[in-house]
Each structure stands twice: as structure tokens, then as C-alpha cells.
């Protein structure tokens, strides 16, 4: 997929490498520095897609904080925000959240075609939903937002949809935070499960970046040739 947009994935996790704990309660990972280095790499991207469990989980808003980092974006004739992307495979998600309500911003859902007319029905009034076809896959996500005009495609999670971009080599950078504790439960979802990575012992993705931000570490992981030295 040559004309696909540049994918890149962001994740924090704890040193056990799990992105959330098993309460009812978001662990917080990151801190107000990183935060606000997350806010610069939304304010630079066309689009942010995160999966359906975290919409429903965490309900984000998906918008760039910063007031002059969406004055920048308004004066080079953009919307405030990048784009909003999910992926649901039922179309279960509350028409409510704040993914829908908040922003200006574009709001696509992705479903499989069997999902496609119930999805509709439930989400038509807030969001575009496109039928991602049988099943749903990233490939036919990508091909679709290529074709609306996003070169550039932030995937904040949760780990299943971060292990679907790797496990089908269609990421191209990854920023890993890795905060300063441990979570030590194994109720709670980790940053991929099981799978087949185009990276292991044998092809080892480049290390761009190691940086301290305060109490947390971010690497960040070439994982194409599109990926620039810096």
C-alpha cells in the first residue's frame, strides 16, 4: 500500500507493560510534559483513531488542547482538530461520548459489513460510518482514509488495535512511554497480546529517540523505510 497514509502509533504503558490496570478508573501513565508532547504529535496529524473498548472505556475527546497549536492548524486552512477514527466490529458505542459530541472535527466509524446497517441506525446522526468490509482490517481502513485526503494517521490504541497495525506491518513509527511502576495484574490489558510481528530477533526495528520526560521514558521506533532518521 504505497498511497496509504503514514501511520503512527502511540502508546504509554508501565514498566510490566500494561496500558491500563482492572479498575473502573483510567490509570493515569503519562505525565502534563508528555502530555502536551502528545498534544504537538495530534496537532501534526490528519487524523487520530483509537479502537471501540477504548471509546468506551476512557471516552476521549481526541482534541488538540494547546489554543495556539489550533490557531496554527485554522491558519493553514485546517479544522482545530485532526479527524476522529474508530473501529467497532458490533457498532455498540454510545452516540453520547464525548468522541461524537466534542469538536468540530470529522468523526468516522469503521465497521464489517454485517455490522454496517445496525452501526448506521445508532451512530448516522453523529459520525460517517463506512463499511470496512468482511471482516474489518486496517488495510481497507487506511485505503478509505487515503482516499479522504489523511496522509497522516495517529493510532493511540488499545492494544488490540495496535497489535492489527503490527501484526500487518502497516505502522511506521511507534512512540512507547514507559512510566515509572508497575500494574502487576493480569485482569489488566497489556500493550499487544500474542501475535506475529514483522519485528523480532532477527529484524530489529531502529531506535530513533530515547528521552526522559520527567518520570516517564519515551523510545521512539522506526518501523519502515518511510520513517525518517528524524
Known sequence: ????????????????????????????????????????????????????????RDDPRL????DRRRAERVARGLPPSPAKVTVTASGDLDPAARFFTMGEATKLVYCPSGALEKTRERLGGVATVVDAGEPAGPGTLLADLAARGVRRLMVEGGGTVHAQ??????????????????????????FVGDGSFPWHPGRRARVLEVRQIGDVVLTRYALSDRCPEA
Do not use: K, Q, W
Open 1 to 56: 500500500m504505497t498511497d496509504r497514509p503514514y501511520v503512527l502509533l502511540s502508546c504509554a504503558m508501565s514498566i510490566d507493560g500494561y496500558i491500563d490496570d482492572a479498575s473502573a478508573e483510567r490509570l493515569l501513565l503519562s505525565n502534563a510534559d508528555d502530555l502536551d508532547r502528545i498534544d504537538a504529535v495530534r496537532a501534526g496529524c490528519d487524523a487520530i483513531l483509537v479502537g471501540a473498548v477504548t471509546v468506551r
Open 63 to 66: 482534541l488538540v488542547r494547546s
Open 165 to 190: 497495525f503490527l501484526s500487518a506491518g502497516l505502522a511506521d513509527e511507534l512512540h512507547l512511554v514507559v512510566a515509572p511502576f508497575f500494574v502487576g495484574d493480569g485482569r489488566a490489558p497489556r
